[in-house]
């Protein structure tokens, strides 16, 4: 098992930035596989990034648009999420999972979220 807490979220205005941190606790977290999710209020769960175990592949969905880059240190135990550019339609709890198996998914293990709010 991993264990999953995710840090690093706030209240920031548009065009703004933020780095999400996830730090993993447990089984070596260098063999998972890892990923962001985020939802707002109201909407179902909406993948943002993933990156394999040894961070040669990364995933976006195209809505992601370039803004958001993730990257992991499996030194740290730890993966981040980089936000770039943020609008108001980022507003979410952003969630960090992980999973030994399937960097495309479904992620076993979830932490608890951090919430980030992007207003003016």
């Known amino acids: 098992q991993v264990q999953l807490v995710e840090s690093g979220g706030g209240l920031v205005q548009p065009g703004d930035s933020l780095r999400l941190s996830c730090a993993a606790s447990?089984?070596?977290?260098?063999?998972?596989?890892v990923a962001w999710y985020r939802q707002a209020p109201g909407k179902e769960r909406e993948f943002v990034a993933a990156i394999n175990w040894n961070g040669a592949r990364v995933y976006y969905p195209q809505s992601i648009e370039g803004r958001f880059t993730i990257s992991r240190d499996n030194a740290k135990n730890m993966a981040y999420l980089q936000l770039n550019s943020l609008k108001p339609e980022d507003t979410a709890v952003y969630y960090c999972a992980a999973d030994q198996f399937n960097e495309a998914g479904p992620y076993e293990y979830w932490g608890q979220g951090t919430q980030v709010t992007v207003s003016s």
């Open positions: 447990g089984h070596p977290f260098s063999t998972y596989a």
